[in-house]
């Protein structure tokens, strides 16, 4: 999914889109971990992928972010 603001340009794999989902609706890393039959630490990565994509710091920032873009 790509996703335009201006010059903002956010594109996030399959895999991405979902974890951006399960963190929003508040889920937690090893929930999230479970929900995907991933690895806590793998989960942790995606979530610090994500934040660097958004450009941010915290996760409540990026979920902020993904709801201004209507990308959540």
């Given amino acids: 999914m ?8 956010i594109t996030l794999t399959a ?3 979902r974890v ?5 609706e508040g889920k937690t890393g090893p ?3 479970s929900v995907l039959c991933l690895s806590l630490p793998t989960i942790k990565w995606y979530r ?3 934040r ?3 450009g941010v710091a915290t996760t409540m ?3 902020r972010r993904a709801i201004e873009l209507k990308m959540i």
Avoid: P, S, Y
């Fill in 2 to 9: 790509t996703t335009t603001d201006n010059e903002t340009k």
């Fill in 15 to 17: 895999t991405e889109r």
């Fill in 20 to 24: 951006l989902q399960l963190i929003a």
């Fill in 31 to 33: 929930q999230i971990a």
């Fill in 48 to 50: 610090k992928k994500l």
């Fill in 52 to 54: 660097a994509k958004f």
């Fill in 61 to 63: 920032q990026m979920i």
